[in-house]
């Protein structure tokens, strides 16, 4: 399968997908496109983006153990239908490799299901890509500063990562309407909660 003109999906669409199945539908069933240059997260979050590329952030690597990085990496694969750029591929002391994701939010004490699934594909897209190892990714949380949080991967969140991927497949090629989000707070922000039913 080809990675240029097969279908394939964005771990970011993978995150928008568990916050609510519907983003799902209305974005690839139905084209209508969210306008995310809109919201002001969004808008946060990229600024973040490039200004980390910018400031040194080598004190957060060293403590991790990290002896080389690459920045905004490119990575697809076939196998998996996913395709996006990693913030950080990075290599650590023991041979390993690891993504490091920025996230524009307040750092907390867990992960949140969202972001331990976007690491988990980031991890297998590495795996594959670098035939190398990853047992481990790290969230840089930007909103409060810069604090990382470690994700250490069980293979439960391999699993969970490639079945919400499949999920997602099954939304577009069937087109059917999937349920809402599990709680109302969500569709308050929500750019489609004027055609959601």
Request: a positive charge; proline letters at 4%; aromatic letters at 12%.
């Given at each position: 399968?080809d990675t240029e003109t097969s279908i394939m999906i964005t771990p970011s669409?993978?995150?928008?997908?568990?916050?609510?199945?519907?983003?799902?539908?209305?974005?690839?069933?139905?084209?209508?496109?969210?306008?995310?240059?809109?919201?002001?997260?969004?808008?946060?979050?990229?600024?973040?983006?490039?200004?980390?590329?910018?400031?040194?952030r080598e004190y957060l690597r060293k403590k991790i153990g990290c002896v080389?990085?690459?920045?905004?990496?490119?990575?697809?694969?076939?196998?998996?239908?996913?395709?996006?750029?990693?913030?950080?591929?990075?290599?650590?002391?023991?041979?390993?490799?690891?993504?490091?994701?920025?996230?524009?939010?307040?750092?907390?004490?867990?992960?949140?299901?969202?972001?331990?699934?976007?690491?988990?594909?980031?991890?297998?897209?590495?795996?594959?890509?670098?035939?190398?190892?990853?047992?481990?990714?790290?969230?840089?949380?930007?909103?409060?500063?810069?604090?990382?949080?470690?994700?250490?991967?069980?293979?439960?969140?391999?699993?969970?990562?490639?079945?919400?991927?499949?999920?997602?497949?099954?939304?577009?090629?069937?087109?059917?309407?999937?349920?809402?989000?599990?709680?109302?707070?969500?569709?308050?922000?929500?750019?489609?909660?004027?055609?959601c039913v």
């Amino acid at each position: 399968m080809d990675t240029e003109t097969s279908i394939m999906i964005t771990p970011s669409e993978v995150i928008e997908h568990l916050y609510c199945p519907r983003f799902t539908y209305f974005m690839n069933c139905l084209n209508i496109p969210q306008h995310e240059e809109l919201r002001y997260k969004v808008i946060k979050g990229r600024e973040v983006h490039e200004r980390k590329e910018k400031i040194n952030r080598e004190y957060l690597r060293k403590k991790i153990g990290c002896v080389d990085k690459e920045i905004s990496v490119y990575l697809a694969s076939s196998d998996l239908r996913v395709r996006g750029i990693v913030d950080e591929v990075l290599t650590l002391a023991n041979g390993s490799m690891a993504p490091l994701d920025y996230k524009f939010t307040e750092f907390r004490d867990f992960v949140f299901e969202t972001h331990r699934v976007q690491s988990a594909l980031y991890a297998l897209l590495i795996m594959e890509t670098y035939q190398k190892p990853v047992h481990q990714g790290y969230i840089c949380y930007a909103k409060d500063g810069a604090r990382l949080k470690e994700v250490v991967y069980q293979p439960l969140d391999f699993e969970k990562a490639r079945r919400v991927v499949d999920e997602i497949f099954r939304v577009i090629m069937k087109g059917y309407y999937p349920k809402k989000a599990s709680r109302a707070s969500r569709c308050l922000d929500c750019c489609y909660k004027n055609i959601c039913v």
